[in-house]
């Protein structure tokens, strides 16, 4: 792939600039803050593409870091490139409201489709994350020696198992292990939470045996105290029955006195009224009688007018027994009772089947360690994996990796690899060096010949133009020579992005063809 033009019409601080390069080394010189890391960005955002993350991930972006402040809805450029020699039109509107896709063969008029993939189709299906990790080649001095020999080694693991650098196998066994720690802890809680409720769960439900119990004894006892009182009750409706009937006898005989008392009452008056028509000499005392026989009369008549009822009553059964409640309220406590056990009985229930659930382990749970499970066996495969790596893939990047070595540092080094423990080997004259023993200088040369091997032996279908972003700040000018010719070499498009003149002077000192563009 070759990028001949691009016109950028609004992408950060670049508006209404156009560029065109060449098919070799393109140099990109610029003072700081003159648009080398925009034009960086705006070439990576039209053969990948830019979106807008939401929330807290939309900070630092590249998005909102070159969103135009004016005029956001003319957020966008075009991009004439060739591919296998037929010439392309890429045009892109990366404003979110109104996105906006172009993408035509210019030689046929063909209208090709960025979203079903035609594009990918020419970039040689490579991702964006796998150019980032080959043809995008930043700065590797910033790192120490030691913290570079891990990285050299932990790059050209990761490419070898994931193709084109798209796999960090490191990473992901350290993300891998992060995550199940974290599923662990939170296993751990979920562990903690089911047996408290567990423990909650007995607690009551011992409470709860005890009260039915205490209520059954309370129940028993007053069905107790209702037989009493019943029994008590048909006793009592015995000796009502006795005294009914003795009560009619009374009535009767009660009855005869008091009509007796009249009568002879009523035939003494009469008598005494003729013997005073005889002996009224002693009036006074017939007088006497006479009252006296009248009262009797008069008290027949009174005593007639009470009946049986008012007859005496034995004592004991004169009036019902005084029970200690009611029966109504007996009985109505009683139901009470009984309503709240069936209540607490189905609690009871529904407690013993919830302590059998919390026993065993929750979806929840078991979602967890599921997971787990699938994280660990992942981190199997994965150390399978990079013990087993391809034979065939590890010889030509082997290979690959030792031709530019050997190019960078004039034949010194023979050969560069990884083992099958993952170890990065240095060889010079048969035999190991150890990394720490290499210059900062030599890594660094060793570093892009990792890059350039990754990408010329994963992407043979389409070499895609190489970025280059201050990658020979810390190169001497020997090195920085050697660098420069390797580059020469390589059939890819190069844009090399400096700020420094030094770059130029030796690619005119060596006689390599280049570009200059200044921003």
């Not at 439900?205 to 008590?232: F, T």
């Not at 000499?281 to 009470?306: D, M």
């Not at 229930?349 to 302590?355: D, F, I, V």
Request: charged share 30%; aromatic share 8%; with cysteine.
């Amino acid at each position: 792939m070759q990028i001949n033009q691009i016109k950028i019409y609004n992408y950060g601080k670049l508006q209404n600039k156009e560029y065109t390069f060449d098919p070799g080394i393109n140099l990109i010189y610029g003072e700081n803050e003159a648009g080398k890391s925009t034009m960086q960005a705006f070439l990576k955002s039209m053969l990948f593409g830019m979106e807008k993350p939401k929330g807290r991930a939309a900070a630092g972006e590249l998005y909102t870091k070159y969103e135009p402040w004016h005029a956001p809805s003319y957020y966008s450029g075009a991009m004439h490139f060739f591919v296998d020699g037929k010439p392309f039109y890429l045009e892109r509107n990366f404003y979110v409201k109104e996105k906006k896709e172009v993408l035509c063969n210019e030689r046929d008029g063909e209208e090709l489709s960025v979203a079903y993939g035609d594009l990918a189709v020419l970039l040689g299906g490579i991702s964006k994350e796998a150019y980032e990790a080959t043809y995008e080649i930043p700065q590797a001095g910033a790192a120490t020696g030691t913290q570079l020999a891990g990285l050299l080694a932990e790059y050209l693991s990761d490419a070898t198992l994931g193709g084109a650098g798209s796999i960090h196998v490191t990473r992901a066994m350290k993300n891998l292990l992060t995550q199940k720690r974290e599923l662990a802890s939170i296993l751990r809680k979920e562990e903690q939470q089911r047996k408290q409720q567990q423990e909650h769960v007995l607690v009551e439900k011992k409470v709860l045996e005890r009260d039915l119990a205490e209520q059954k004894q309370l129940i028993e006892k007053a069905k107790m105290q209702m037989e009493s009182e019943q029994q008590k009750e048909a006793q009592f409706a015995r000796k009502q029955e006795t005294v009914r009937k003795e009560s009619g006898i009374l009535r009767i005989l009660h009855s005869f006195s008091s009509r007796t008392l009249r009568v002879a009452g009523a035939m003494l008056a009469i008598l005494n009224s003729f013997a005073y028509q005889i002996w009224y000499q002693v009036a006074p005392v017939f007088w006497l009688l006479e009252i006296f026989f009248i009262a009797i009369f008069f008290c027949g008549i009174f005593s007639n007018e009470t009946t049986g009822e008012d007859a005496p009553v034995p004592d004991g059964i004169s009036q019902k027994p005084q029970l200690e409640e009611e029966p109504f309220s007996e009985k109505k406590l009683l139901r009470k009772l009984e309503e709240t056990v069936r209540e607490k009985e189905i609690r009871l229930s529904n407690l013993k089947e919830q302590s059998e659930q919390l026993e065993q382990l929750s979806r929840k749970e078991q979602e967890l360690k599921e997971d787990i499970q699938a994280l660990e066996l992942a981190q199997m495969q994965i150390q399978k994996l990079s013990v087993e790596v391809s034979e065939d893939i590890q010889d030509q990047l082997d290979a690959q990796v030792s031709k530019y070595v050997s190019e960078l540092t004039n034949g010194r080094y023979d050969r560069i690899r990884v083992d099958e423990q993952g170890n990065l080997k240095v060889y010079l004259e048969g035999r190991t060096i150890p990394l720490e023993q290499l210059s900062k200088g030599t890594l660094e040369q060793m570093y892009l010949a990792l890059r350039l091997a990754v990408g010329t032996v994963f992407t043979r279908e389409e070499k895609l133009p190489l970025l280059l972003d201050e990658t020979f700040a810390m190169y001497d000018e020997t090195r920085l020579g050697e660098a420069l010719l390797l580059l020469e070499k390589q059939q890819t498009q190069v844009f090399l992005f400096t700020c420094q003149k030094r770059e130029e002077e030796i690619l005119q000192k060596m006689g390599i063809m280049y570009q200059k563009v200044v921003l």
